[in-house]
Every structure is written in structure tokens, then in C-alpha cells.
């Protein structure tokens, strides 16, 4: 499962970010996954659940934020929201969209502890 | 780098950008309690707190760890970070772009179900390549769990190969590549780059030597008078998997994928993220519609429907049905399309769907205008 691999990243970026300011744990971690990132948001908790112990984001609180798919629609000539790929347009029902918003996958903030 | 909002202090007896806060960081009260606070002797700054300086009792909230004194947050800080998880790898795919373009290298990232027939499309396509244009240099980087069986296939065909294993892992990344590429480079190097690649050369060319960045150790700054190498062809087969590559920028030109005819024409709907980031669609295996239900039609329609802009090409592996346009196709992108009798011109990313939907999307918004006009010439 691909969420493994990027629960290592997020803790990569948390120690890398450890290095730069000098902390010692992370008391909350807030993540940004768009709906259309194409990651299972229930595995991925469960992949940083599985990795912490033992690291700064041991006994973290860990807030996924998800933000809603979103797409310009060919057919309308709109912005609209789309829930996942394969969806067709609210407004006029066109499959010609390209997706604009809801594929961001990235460490919003942490809240940190020195020691 | 200021903890609260990002501002940089780059003279420690500076006030911040903050609000609301006079010279002093913190409160008089504060300053009070955290001198009271026993400082070791030595200047050396505490982890948290201020530096006191023993012989005056000057306080620097400017040195130690944290920079500067929040008041009520001296435990615990916010960092404000929005960095993309996924950022180390696509500074890694981002160099091997930059590397495979200096290089006239055309990268393509064949992805697909395991068993869709990739590995045997590619050595098809290997021999069919060797026949029509001998002296393009083709390589392949293979990605599986575990045994070298396709690198060892395409290595039968004459072409070099490098055998990536993965062990745990479900899909090729980017510093995973670069290392590969290093090794063909390492163990072939007339047929990985189609020219000689000795230190000489690339002194001749003008390259700079700082080692690390990329798969050479030189960087790409454009030389005065450099010719773009030859070009060569580089095939990556990634693990066999519909979900997770998707994610994974490798520094391709773009991505290919690979459906089988035995795999069922629902596939682009049930994979969508993997169809959204291929620019090519292969249907492999046309041989054997005549045994299976697959409906080609609704097929591409589905993929169309994750990606209006994918292309789509129908061959046969095994009987070499459709691996003319399968190579016309390449040959576009390694731009030597000059003896087709081509005139097209246009940018890369484009396809023929894209254009079409944006042609019958203005004949409609033409047609509208036309009768709006009409509508306000002649009120009432």
C-alpha cells in the first residue's frame, strides 16, 4: 500500500523540519488530502498510527483535513466540484473536466514541543 | 525563521513583524520570571528561555533553538510547514527530467496490472525498433518484487536492461530511477546515451563537474554551441500495479498504460487516478477479442471519462497487430516524424481527444453567439 510509503515521507518531513527548528516531539500534525489525491485517508492514518512509536510523532494528534475535488467542466464552462474521477459535471453532466483543486497531499502545521 | 509567522530576523536585537508587542517580546512580568529562573553560568544558551548574559544579565531571546520568545508558548510552538509529502520525490523526478532532456533521452513510464503483457510488448517493440531505425539506442530499467525474469528477457533482445527489486515495495520512485540510469550508464555506456560519454566529452561540452546532482555528476546548464546528444529511447516497466505508480513521478516524458483485452473494459473507471495520468492508453492482447467480452468502444470511453486527453493505440504483442502505430508514436515524440509527411505543429501535451472536445466546444459557443446576435438585431 502506497500509504505506507507516504506516512515515511510525512515523518521524513517532520524530522527534517526537527533538524531546521530544534524540536523535540510534535503534539499535533495537520495534513492537507484532496479528494482527488488519490489517497485512502483511513490508511493513511492507520499507516502513521502503525510508523510512530518510537518517533516525534509518537502519541501526535493527527488531523487529516480533507478538501473537496474540483474540476473546470468543458461542457458548462465552469468550476465545479467533483467528488472522484470518472464523475460526470453537476451542472450539465459533461465528462470534459479537468481537474483544478482537491489533489494537494502535503503537511499543513505541527504544534511542537521542546522537550 | 520567526516560529509564530514565518517572518525571517536576520538581526537579533530587531523587533519582529509582530502586532501588538513593543520592543520587548514578552511581558515585563515574564522577563522577570524567566530571569528569576536560575541560568547556568556559562553563556551558552538553555533550550528554551532566554541567553543571560552572566556579567551584565542582558537576556537574548534572539539565540538558542527557538529564536525567539512567545509568550504563553514556550513549551509547545506552531510551525507552519505546507510542504508536499510527496516533495522529495518530485525534486528527484525533476532531476532526472532535467537529466533525460539534457541528454536527448525520451523517458516513458509503462505502467499496468501484473501480467498485462508489458515485458513482452517491449520486446516487440525492442526488435521492431532494431529493424527500423538500427542505430537508436533503446534501454529498458524493470521494476518487480523480487527476480531479474524481464530484465533478463529484454537483455535476450540485445537491449541493456538494469533489474530494479522493489522487495516490499509497490512502485518505482525517483531516486530509485536516477540510481538505475546511473548503473546503465555505468555498464553500457555507448548504448544507453548513443555517444561516447568519456570524462574528455563532457569536458568538450562544457558540463561543470559538481558530483550529486544527477545520475552523472554534472549539472545541465545549457553550453554555448552544445548540440542536444542523440537521442535514445528509455523504457521504464514499473511494477505491475494499477494503484499506487500513479502517484509516483519518476521524471518521465509520460506515462503509458498497458490494458489487456483478458482485463475487462471497465479498468480506466476502477483505476481512475492511473488513466488521469497517462498520456497513452495501449490495449494489448487484440488478438484474443474474438475469445473474450471486451468492449473496445466503451472502453476508451471510460478512459475518456478520467482523462478526456488520453490517446489510445490497439496492438497485439504476440502477432504484431497495431505495433506500427505503436512505433509511428514513439517516433513523434523522439521527433522523427519528418519522413511521415507530417505538418503538425503543435506543443507537447497535446492530443487529438483534447482538440476535438475544444473544436466541438466552440462550433457550440459559435452557434449560441448566432443566435444571440440574431436575437438583439431584431427586438420585439
Known sequence: MH?????????????????????????ELRLEVGQLAGVDVAALRFA?????????????????VETPGQAWCLGCNSRVPIAQRGDPCPAC????????????LRVLDLQVSDD | MCVVCGCSQTQRNRAPAHPSRPQGQASPERLLAQAATPASDDAAAPETGPRIDPRSGDLDYGAGAARVSVPGLSQARAIKLEHDILGANDRIAAQNRAHFAAHGVLALNLVSSPGSGKT????????????????????????DQQTAFDAERIRATGAPAIQINTGKGCHLDAPMVAAA???L??????QAHGHSHSHEHEQAHGHSHEQGSGAHGHDHAPAPGHDHAAPSLLFIENVGNLVCPALWDL??????????????????????????????????????????????????????RVNPGIEVLQV?????????????????ELGHDHDHGHSHDHGAGHSHATEQALRARVAQLEAELAQLRQTVAAPG
Open chain 2, 316 to 332: 497485439s504483442a504476440s502477432t504484431g497487430a497495431g505495433l506500427d502505430d505503436w512505433l509511428h508514436w514513439l517516433e513523434h
Open chain 1, 48 to 64: 502513521l498510527d502503525c510508523i510512530a512509536p518510537g518517533t516525534r510523532l509518537e502519541d501526535a494528534r493527527i488531523e487529516l
Open chain 1, 3 to 27: 500509504e505506507a510509503s507516504l506516512a515515511g515521507g510525512v515523518l521524513q518531513l517532520v524530522d527534517d523540519c526537527a533538524q531546521r527548528e530544534g524540536f523535540a516531539r510534535v503534539l
Open chain 2, 251 to 304: 521524471g518521465e516524458r509520460a506515462k503509458v498504460a498497458i490494458l489487456s483485452v483478458t482485463e475487462g473494459e471497465d479498468k480506466p473507471l476502477k483505476y481512475p487516478d492511473m488513466f488521469a495520468a497517462a498520456r497513452l492508453m495501449i490495449l494489448n492482447k487484440i488478438d484474443l477479442l474474438p475469445h473474450v467480452q471486451f468492449d473496445v468502444a466503451r472502453c476508451i470511453e471510460l478512459a475518456r
Open chain 2, 185 to 190: 550508464h555505468r555498464h553500457e555506456p555507448e
Open chain 2, 120 to 143: 513482452t510488448l517491449l520486446c516487440a517493440t525492442i526488435e521492431a525498433l532494431r529493424r527500423r531505425h538500427p542505430a537508436l539506442p533503446v534501454a529498458v530499467i524493470e521494476g
Open chain 2, 181 to 183: 540510469f546511473a548503473q
Open chain 1, 93 to 104: 453532466s459533461s465528462y470534459l473536466l479537468e481537474p483544478t483543486g482537491g489533489m494537494e
